[in-house]
């Protein structure tokens, strides 16, 4: 079975960019779900989505938003880019539903450095 | 609302000997509870899942987890660590598989040869 990959693996924008972060599925799962991860910290969660709807979010601005696809691919974008958001961006993939797996399948990740 | 506490920011640990991670958990309502495992520039790795059943759980690379509803405890166990076992871990909790999976601020395991 295929993981979870992301791309780009690293990208450096400049304050009030925007940028384009992409996830590729697990095969077989139907959720996605973003996290961001600041140094030395743990994964705080952005939004997750499931059959192409956003089914939650976490304490983040509506410049962070995001899409799934029908092949349950992803995409986060961040507009007006700050400082802060300097960081390790994970996405995870799960299957949720009667044959649910309760556990995530990571990503290797993307790094965003904001100069 | 559910929420992770992980006691000990760093843990320095002799090779071979025995480790413990504690992690407490609060929540209103029954949840499920993870360990994940981060190694340099990597992503998270699932090491342990409880769903239910046994409080007891053996997961990867030789770990187990105890749950203990009474403490609010989900603490990991490793009787003999090895330098590969340096890493973050970091414990999880979720209330069902719909929902957002919540982590602690992470454990970092040093293993000192």
């Known amino acids: 079975e295929t993981g979870v990959t992301q791309s780009p693996t690293h990208l450096i924008k400049t304050r009030g960019q925007q940028v384009t972060l992409r996830c590729s599925s697990q095969s077989g799962h139907n959720t996605v779900s973003w996290y961001q991860q600041a140094l030395g910290q743990g994964p705080q969660f952005i939004f997750q989505y499931y059959r192409e709807e956003e089914n939650g979010r976490g304490n983040f601005p509506p410049r962070f938003s995001g899409l799934q696809f029908p092949n349950y691919s992803s995409e986060l974008n961040v507009n007006a880019l700050e400082l802060d958001d300097s960081a390790l961006y994970l996405c995870?993939?799960?299957?949720?539903?009667?044959?649910?797996?309760?556990?995530?399948?990571f990503g290797s990740g993307t790094r965003l450095t904001v100069v | 609302a559910q929420s992770v506490t992980q006691l000990d920011s760093q843990v320095p640990v002799f090779e071979e000997a025995p480790v413990e991670l504690r992690c407490n958990y609060s929540?209103?309502?029954?949840?499920?509870l993870f360990w994940y495992v981060q190694y340099p520039n990597q992503g998270l790795q699932l090491l342990l899942k409880?769903?239910?059943?046994?409080?007891l759980v053996k997961g990867i690379n030789g770990f187990e987890a105890e749950f203990n509803k009474s403490q609010t405890s989900f603490h990991l166990r490793k009787p003999s660590v090895h330098i590969s076992d340096t890493a973050e871990y970091f414990c999880a909790v979720r209330k069902t598989s719909y929902d957002k999976v919540i982590f602690g601020p992470g454990t970092s395991l040093s293993v000192i040869p």
């Open positions: 409880y769903l239910s059943g046994s409080t």
């Open positions: 995870a993939s799960s299957l949720v539903g009667q044959d649910a797996n309760y556990g995530y399948t």
């Open positions: 929540s209103s309502v029954s949840v499920y």
